[in-house]
């Protein structure tokens, strides 16, 4: 089956700090990765994908086959990075591109 | 562009009654994916719309429930003799095509309270 875990509900880290949020899938055959954020009062929004393998407001994610992760890191936490993430797959069956959401990690940046 | 927009923001229903519930899209969007958050989870993935057909429904319960996009206006998320575990956040992301290239805009959700 499709699945994707986060297994943390809250990151809490200091400003400064390493940051890293993890995901797991379980996917058979080339899953597409995403990360969405949602800050407060704000609708969800893409933070960035793997395909692109871009650097977005210093967060990287790498895909990792082997271990079927694809775990979101910032090496220095900002306090404007307090937000829920949620790491997403797309799959299923003619590639519509419908997304399968992990249950979402709340990151709290103290100061 | 005003982004996707939803409407009502919240809405209240008594068991029994129906809920309909507006999506519409972003301009040059042509397709729709409705995803509903219960409680303490992620969003899950109920169907999926072009204009005027249903691609992908998978996700949707096989009662009360239905879809629709049609040729005009918004899209609609119509749960029928709604049931306390009806409440839930419901969420619609449009985008220009589908497929994994394109990127999904959601709009800000339906929050449905069911008393």
Same mark, same amino acid.
């Given at each position: 089956a499709q699945r994707v875990t986060q297994p943390e509900k809250l990151l809490s880290v200091f400003k400064g700090a390493p940051v890293e949020l993890k995901c797991n899938y379980s996917y058979s055959g080339s899953p597409e990765l995403f990360w969405y954020v949602q800050y407060s009062r704000q609708r969800l929004q893409l933070l960035l994908r793997h395909i692109s393998r871009e650097s977005i407001k210093g967060f990287t994610a790498d895909l990792n086959k082997g271990e079927t992760s694809f775990h979101l890191k910032k090496p220095f936490a900002q306090e404007e990075d307090s937000a829920m993430y949620y790491c997403a797959l797309s799959g299923g069956s003619g590639n519509t591109g419908k997304l399968i959401f992990g249950q979402g990690t709340t990151l709290q940046v103290k100061p | 562009n005003a982004g996707v927009m939803q409407n009502p923001r919240h809405l209240v229903r008594r068991r029994g009654q129906e809920a309909r519930l507006r999506c519409s899209p972003m301009k040059g969007h042509s397709h729709v994916y409705w995803y509903r958050q219960l409680p303490e989870e992620g969003l899950k993935f109920m169907v999926y719309l072009q204009k005027e057909n *249903? *691609?992908?429904?998978? +996700?949707? @319960?096989?009662?009360?429930f239905s879809a629709e996009f049609p040729k005009e206006g918004p899209s609609i998320l119509r749960i029928q003799? /709604? /049931?306390? +575990? !009806?409440?839930a956040a419901y969420f619609c992301a449009s985008s @220009?095509?589908? +497929? !994994?290239t394109y990127e999904q805009y959601f709009g800000p959700g339906t929050r449905l309270t069911v008393t």
């Open positions: - | *249903i *691609i992908d429904e998978s +996700g949707m @319960p096989k009662e009360r003799q /709604v /049931v306390r +575990g !009806d409440s @220009p095509l589908s +497929g !994994d």
